[in-house]
């Protein structure tokens, strides 16, 4: 399925020939993604769990977020939001406007199905793009500070690491 085409990108859901290629080409930025990432997103998607996007650029896979239709954790859970899922966009493909066009499609995809959508964010430096777009883009943060391994972390906290599991999160009402 096509959500979105102009001259130099197409936004489309994901294809099994994607589970190797994003793999491989984090892989040459020095990220390691495993396959079964995008399996697995792909697995949701079949289920009716989540809708997938990727963003071709020039007939190159570029970059992908996913829209899940249900919050399963964190402090949106229960509330009836869908929340993007694993945004990327591959380094060499950056500043073209392929995130914010996927931010786009995304947005508006989730605004099929409530009024506000959410996100959690990694707080290292390798997700600072991420978080300076989502700030650009509207999106708060909910107030319930920092998260770590889906548990909110108390204050003066010492056992958590930087890491990919350490997350804000942030909504923003679409209409």
Same mark, same amino acid.
């Given at each position: 399925?096509?959500?979105?085409k102009?001259?130099?990108?197409?936004?489309?859901?994901?294809?099994?020939?994607?589970?190797?290629v994003?793999?491989?080409?984090?892989?040459?930025q020095?990220?390691?993604?495993?396959?079964?990432?995008?399996?697995?997103?792909?697995?949701? *998607?079949?289920? +009716?769990?989540?809708?997938?996007? !990727?963003?071709?650029?020039? @007939?190159?896979?570029? /970059? =992908?977020?996913?829209?899940?239709?249900?919050?399963t954790?964190?402090?949106f859970?229960?509330?009836?939001?869908?929340?993007?899922?694993?945004?990327?966009?591959?380094?060499?493909?950056?500043?073209?406007?392929?995130?914010s066009?996927?931010?786009?499609?995304?947005? *508006?995809?989730? +605004?099929?199905?409530?009024d506000? !959508?959410?996100?959690?964010? @990694?707080?290292?430096? /390798? =997700?600072?793009?991420?978080?300076?777009m989502?700030?650009?883009?509207?999106?708060?943060?909910?107030?319930?500070?920092?998260?770590?391994?889906?548990?909110?972390?108390?204050?003066?906290?010492?056992?958590i690491?930087?890491?990919d599991?350490?997350?804000?999160?942030?909504?923003k009402t679409?209409?």
């Amino acid at each position: 399925m096509i959500y979105y085409k102009d001259d130099d990108v197409v936004i489309r859901k994901m294809e099994e020939t994607d589970t190797q290629v994003f793999p491989d080409e984090f892989a040459a930025q020095g990220w390691d993604k495993e396959k079964e990432i995008y399996q697995r997103r792909m697995k949701d *998607e079949a289920e +009716g769990k989540c809708i997938t996007l !990727v963003a071709e650029y020039q @007939g190159h896979p570029a /970059g =992908y977020v996913n829209v899940y239709l249900d919050v399963t954790g964190g402090p949106f859970k229960g509330k009836g939001w869908p929340i993007l899922v694993d945004f990327g966009v591959l380094e060499k493909y950056q500043r073209k406007g392929i995130g914010s066009r996927l931010m786009d499609i995304a947005e *508006e995809i989730a +605004g099929q199905y409530a009024d506000t !959508v959410c996100l959690g964010v @990694g707080l290292h430096n /390798g =997700y600072g793009s991420a978080q300076r777009m989502y700030v650009k883009r509207g999106y708060i943060p909910d107030g319930s500070g920092v998260w770590y391994q889906d548990k909110p972390c108390e204050q003066y906290e010492t056992e958590i690491a930087n890491d990919d599991d350490l997350v804000l999160f942030l909504s923003k009402t679409l209409r």
